[in-house]
């Protein structure tokens, strides 16, 4: 009986210090997953930008699977500026972005904007994005990771101290 809880006791240990890694490993694997998709979301708007004139700005988290392919740079009532449209028309595949453990938005480039996605970023300067990523719930440091793209292409990772996201590979 006495063997049977010591090994209880020490599965119990080893299970109580695997944990935390256990956690970190799978926080790191969904960000290189948002890495991914944030790279993605990033070279289809500059792409939709060369052909339209216009950057797409906006969450993807409500895009729906189909919708009008309509953007005209000359006309304010077409779809030009709607992030959807870059599903819709085909730059980017269709994905279940409401289900995905980070918000995706694309940003307008030619704005300088100081805190894309709502990561909340003190001291970050303004800048040209056209991509963000921001971690959807998560618990303790996790929470506050996200993700930027500048107008170049670099990808920052944020916050960059108290338990930084993993850093994104260099090109």
């Known amino acids: 009986m006495i063997e049977l809880l010591v090994v209880m006791l020490i599965i119990l240990v080893i299970a109580v210090l695997a944990l935390p890694q ?3 490993a799978a926080e ?3 960000a290189d997953q948002a890495i991914s998709t944030l790279q993605m979301v990033a070279s289809t708007n500059r792409l939709y930008f060369l052909d339209h004139s216009q950057f797409a700005a906006g969450s993807l988290q409500s ?6 392919c309509n953007c005209n740079p000359g006309d304010a009532s077409s779809n030009c500026g709607n992030p959807c449209t870059l599903i819709w028309c085909g730059y980017l595949t269709q994905q279940n972005f ?10 307008n480039a030619t704005v300088n904007t100081a805190n894309p996605c709502g990561l909340g970023v003190s001291g970050a300067p ?7 990523a921001k971690r959807n719930g998560g618990s303790g440091v996790y929470a506050n990771w996200g993700y930027t793209v500048l107008s170049d292409g670099t990808i920052q990772g944020w916050p960059t101290s108290n338990g930084p996201p993993p850093a994104p590979p260099s090109s």
């Open 22 to 24: 256990f956690k970190k």
């Open 28 to 30: 790191s694997s969904r």
């Open 63 to 68: 895009c729906a699977a189909r919708g009008p």
């Open 98 to 107: 409401s289900q995905q453990p980070y918000v995706f938005s694309a940003l």
């Open 126 to 132: 303004s800048a040209h994005y056209t991509a963000c």
